[in-house]
C-alpha cells in the first residue's frame, strides 16, 4: 500500500494539526531540544507546524518508511485458502500436513497451523504499528476484547463471530454490512525517535528563518564567480544527516539504507479497497 490516506470518513480524528496548517502531522515532535517551555510556545505555529511536517517526511525517507507513516484506512477482505484470481481456478491443490500423527491432504492451505480452533483473520498489506479502529457495520470494536494482531499484520477476530466475509463497498463507514479498518503501517516511534524528530524538526526551523542549520545541501559543488553550481542526487547523501545523533538513530532502524520496506506480490491474492479520495 503506498499512499498513505484515510479515508475521508476518519480523516478529522487523526489530523492533530485541525485547522489544515502544512501537511498533516502523524508523529509526535519531542521539542527539548529547542529550549525552554516558553521559546518553544513562542514558536510561530506555522512554522512549528511546517518544520514537524519536514521532520516527519525526514524520518520517513531515512528510515526506508519504516517509521513516521500515517495511518491509512482499508476496507479489507477476510484470508481464505485456496484464493482464485481473476479468470484463473486456484485449486483444486492437494497439500499433505501431519495432525497427531496422521497424514491428511488440504485442499489449498493449513489456515491455523497449530491451532485446534479457526481463526478468522484478515492480512493487512503491511507491518502494523498500531491499530487505531476497527469498525464493523458501524460498530466500534474494542482492541482488548474484540481482535488483536499476530505476525505484525494479521488481524485475528476473538471473542466475538467472525469477519464479514464480504461487504458493502458502496456503503459508508457506519452502514451495515461494512467492516472499516484503520492502522499505522510500519512501526510506531518511540521516545527515541521522537527526540530526533525534533532535533530535524529544529534545524528546519532553522533553515526556514534563514538561520544556521546543519542539514545537508544537495549542492556538492560551487564557482561562485562563474555562478556554476552541481547537485548531488539524493537529499540525504548516503542515507545520513551529518548529525551524529540522527544518524546513530537511522542506522539502527536502516543500517542498510533501504529506500522502501520489502514486500511480496502474489497474483492470487486481491489487495484491499483502500478509499484515497471522496467529495
Request: glycine share 10%.
Amino acid at each position: 500500500m503506498g499512499i498513505d490516506e484515510f479515508s475521508g470518513a476518519f480523516s478529522t480524528a487523526y489530523d492533530p494539526l485541525g485547522s489544515g496548517r502544512a501537511s498533516r502531522v502523524c508523529i509526535s515532535v519531542d521539542w527539548a531540544c529547542f529550549g525552554t517551555s516558553d521559546e518553544i510556545n513562542a514558536i510561530d505555529l506555522d512554522a512549528k507546524a511546517r518544520a514537524e511536517s519536514f521532520s516527519q517526511m525526514a524520518i520517513q525517507v531515512l528510515t526506508g518508511f519504516q517509521v513516521g507513516r500515517c495511518p491509512v484506512t482499508v476496507r479489507p477482505c477476510v484470508a481464505k485458502c485456496a484464493e482464485s484470481s481473476s479468470g484463473f481456478s486456484a485449486g483444486p491443490w492437494m497439500t499433505p500436513y501431519v495432525h497427531e500423527g496422521k497424514w491428511y491432504n488440504s485442499c489449498g492451505c493449513k489456515r491455523n497451523d497449530c491451532s485446534c480452533a479457526e481463526l478468522t483473520v484478515v492480512r493487512l498489506a503491511a507491518k502494523v504499528g498500531e491499530v487505531t479502529d476497527v469498525r464493523v457495520g458501524g460498530v466500534v470494536l474494542s482492541p482488548s476484547v474484540d481482535y488483536r494482531v499476530d505476525n505484525s499484520n494479521e488481524l485475528v477476530r476473538i471473542g466475538g463471530p467472525e469477519w464479514p466475509s464480504c461487504q458493502d463497498m458502496a456503503a459508508g463507514p457506519n452502514d451495515p454490512g461494512t467492516m472499516f479498518v484503520s492502522y499505522v503501517p510500519g512501526a510506531m516511534l518511540d521516545s527515541m525517535g521522537q527526540y530526533v524528530a525534533g532535533l530535524l524538526a529544529k534545524e528546519y526551523l532553522n533553515a526556514c528563518a534563514d538561520e544556521e542549520c546543519h542539514l545537508p545541501s544537495s549542492i556538492i559543488s560551487l564557482a561562485r564567480q562563474g555562478v556554476t553550481m552541481e547537485f548531488g542526487k539524493d537529499v540525504f547523501p548516503n542515507g545520513l544527516t551529518g548529525i551524529d545523533s540522527v544518524d546513530l538513530w537511522v542506522r539502527s532502524w536502516n543500517p542498510y539504507s533501504v529506500k522502501s520496506p520489502s514486500t511480496i506480490f502474489s497474483p492470487d491474492r486481491h489487495g484491499h479497497r483502500s478509499t484515497t479520495w471522496s467529495a
